[in-house]
Nanobody, 122 residues
């Protein structure tokens, strides 16, 4: 499985971005997916997760109400819509495929994509 994140960039505080993660060479629709981020000097942290059907989603407290994860299984793509961005959201965002059907903060992820940089200026 190959995962490729895109959609990052420079945005002012309060702005919006939509990240995409396209999966190839493997099964996408049978697994949960997650978005993670790593800010400079910090550990990687869970941002959002989604189940195979999209029925169940999970979010870090820091992004609840501002970020929305979704997926399009026909396109093998998972999205992260981000609004009301803050400087503290600045990080490299990566997607990952879970080994099970749920995507959550305690799920195990076995495939990771290269990230996309999001920079939020104040």
């Amino acid at each position: 499985v190959q995962l490729q994140a895109s959609g990052g960039g420079l945005v002012q505080a309060g702005g919006s971005l939509r990240l995409s993660c396209a999966a190839s060479r493997g099964t996408f629709s049978s697994y949960g997916m997650g978005w993670f981020r790593q800010a400079p000097g910090k550990e990687r942290e869970f941002v959002a997760g989604i189940s195979v059907s999209g029925e169940f989603t999970n979010y870090a407290d820091s992004v609840k109400g501002r970020f929305t994860i979704s997926r399009d299984n026909a396109k093998n793509t998972v999205y992260l819509q981000m609004i009301s961005l803050k400087p503290e959201d600045t990080a490299i965002y990566s997607c990952a495929r879970a080994i099970g059907t749920r995507g959550g903060p305690t799920s195990t992820y076995n495939y990771w994509g290269q990230g996309t940089l999001v920079t939020v200026s104040s």
